[in-house]
């Protein structure tokens, strides 16, 4: 039998079609797939407006990425683009089964090692233990801080937030089979409805992933329904993205408190959700159950994997007492790839199963 080419190449595909090369990580299960070559160009002024653009006109990008036959109703990607930012290293649109999301912390967990990594940042200076990495994310610009040795990453990152919010607490509102339920609505980078899994008949750490993630696509759907969600900044971010159960073990502990995220069209997510934490925590910093610099541990029910965080320090937003969040998780990588299309191929822009 023949021996395989020493040199990889492309399958046979569509010459007017770019591959698209990606890297895969994943922060504590949840994967990101990172877009290297092979996007066309995303216009726009500013890195909102370059998530318009691409929204409108590059979503067969997203889709390919995403969907099957190349992805899965629950992965999660990133296209790094220029920032009009002079303090960002990058700007990032991230990508997800519905469309696109405002922040993303496992994201950026990830997008530190791969930004240094793959030199988007300049080198630390010799005998650098942490590396700064700056990314424009759409809720504004976050700084992640890389464990390094000899200028490459290893060990955990860290990241600043965007200022963090409780938006209402206590709201009651009405879910469907599940009757008036009392729901926190909060921001870490990203709008979340929080409410104890307990409170919908459920148990966080035991139930069905399939139960708990139709329990909390209903409060999404509910709270959609009956509140509005209001942004200081931009109508941009002025959405809920998903609805995170929790085992309503908000007051401090030194013991992980476990939660599980459902969001974007019911995609779960593997990790502890790093912008749900931060916003997770400026909840329970708003209600007086967290100082400043209290770390707490947050655990995926889905995976057992762990994120910290800890409110750094107060700020002003808009006309919200916010806080700054660091979240700390370990981020991994898993390989390569090179998607290709051919032209006859009816399921080129991929395809999802409900």
Same mark, same amino acid.
């Given at each position: 039998?023949?021996?395989?080419?020493?040199?990889?190449?492309?399958?046979?595909?569509?010459?007017?079609?770019?591959?698209?090369?990606?890297?895969?990580?994943?922060?504590?299960?949840?994967?990101?797939?990172?877009?290297?070559?092979?996007?066309?160009?995303?216009?726009?002024?500013?890195?909102?407006?370059?998530?318009?653009?691409?929204?409108?006109?590059?979503?067969?990008?997203?889709?390919?990425?995403?969907?099957?036959?190349?992805?899965?109703?629950?992965?999660?990607?990133?296209?790094?683009?220029?920032?009009?930012?002079?303090?960002?290293?990058?700007?990032?649109? $991230?990508?997800?089964? =519905? &469309?696109?999301? %405002?922040?993303?912390?496992?994201?950026?967990?990830?997008?530190?090692? !791969? /930004? @240094?990594?793959?030199?988007?940042?300049?080198?630390?200076?010799?005998?650098?233990?942490?590396?700064?990495?700056?990314?424009?994310?759409?809720?504004?610009?976050?700084?992640? $801080?890389?464990?390094? =040795? &000899?200028?490459? %990453?290893?060990?955990?990152?860290?990241?600043?937030?965007?200022?963090? !919010? /409780? @938006?209402?607490?206590?709201?009651?509102?009405?879910?469907?089979?599940?009757?008036?339920?009392?729901?926190?609505?909060?921001?870490?980078?990203?709008?979340?409805?929080?409410?104890?899994?307990?409170?919908? &008949?459920?148990?966080?750490?035991?139930?069905?992933?399939?139960?708990?993630?139709d329990a909390a696509s209903a409060v999404t759907e509910a709270v959609k329904a009956q509140f509005k969600i209001n942004h200081p900044d931009s109508e941009d971010l002025a959405f809920l993205y998903g609805t995170i159960l929790t085992d309503g073990k908000d007051a401090y502990s030194e013991e992980p408190t476990t939660n599980i995220c459902v969001f974007a069209d019911e995609q779960v997510d593997r990790s502890p959700t790093g912008s749900g934490v931060t916003a997770r925590i400026a909840?329970?910093?708003?209600?007086?159950?967290?100082?400043?610099?209290?770390?707490?541990?947050?655990?995926?029910?889905?995976?057992?994997?762990?994120?910290?965080?800890?409110?750094?320090?107060?700020?002003?937003?808009?006309?919200?007492?916010?806080?700054?969040?660091?979240?700390?998780?370990?981020?991994?990588?898993?390989?390569?790839?090179?998607?290709?299309?051919?032209?006859?191929?009816?399921?080129?822009?991929?395809?999802?199963?409900?």
């Amino acid at each position: 039998m023949a021996s395989p080419p020493a040199v990889p190449r492309l399958p046979p595909h569509d010459p007017r079609t770019p591959a698209l090369s990606v890297v895969d990580m994943h922060t504590g299960g949840e994967p990101l797939r990172i877009v290297l070559a092979g996007c066309p160009e995303v216009v726009g002024p500013t890195l909102l407006a370059k998530q318009r653009y691409m929204r409108q006109h590059l979503d067969h990008v997203r889709r390919r990425l995403m969907f099957e036959p190349r992805g899965h109703r629950d992965m999660y990607g990133a296209v790094l683009v220029p920032s009009e930012l002079p303090d960002a290293h990058l700007g990032v649109l $991230f990508l997800h089964n =519905e &469309g696109y999301s %405002s922040m993303c912390g496992h994201a950026v967990l990830a997008l530190g090692r !791969f /930004a @240094l990594d793959f030199g988007l940042v300049p080198a630390p200076p010799a005998g650098a233990r942490e590396a700064l990495v700056n990314i424009h994310c759409p809720c504004g610009l976050v700084a992640a $801080f890389v464990e390094c =040795e &000899g200028g490459r %990453s290893g060990g955990p990152v860290r990241f600043h937030s965007v200022p963090a !919010f /409780a @938006l209402a607490t206590d709201l009651l509102v009405d879910v469907p089979g599940h009757g008036k339920v009392v729901v926190d609505i909060a921001y870490g980078g990203a709008f979340y409805a929080f409410v104890s899994a307990e409170k919908l &008949g459920l148990d966080v750490c035991s139930t069905k992933t399939r139960d708990l993630m139709d329990a909390a696509s209903a409060v999404t759907e509910a709270v959609k329904a009956q509140f509005k969600i209001n942004h200081p900044d931009s109508e941009d971010l002025a959405f809920l993205y998903g609805t995170i159960l929790t085992d309503g073990k908000d007051a401090y502990s030194e013991e992980p408190t476990t939660n599980i995220c459902v969001f974007a069209d019911e995609q779960v997510d593997r990790s502890p959700t790093g912008s749900g934490v931060t916003a997770r925590i400026a909840l329970q910093y708003h209600k007086g159950l967290l100082e400043l610099n209290q770390t707490r541990a947050f655990k995926s029910s889905a995976t057992g994997s762990v994120f910290t965080g800890k409110a750094v320090r107060e700020v002003k937003y808009g006309d919200f007492k916010a806080v700054i969040v660091e979240v700390s998780g370990q981020a991994h990588y898993t390989g390569t790839a090179s998607f290709i299309v051919e032209d006859d191929d009816p399921l080129r822009d991929g395809f999802l199963l409900k």
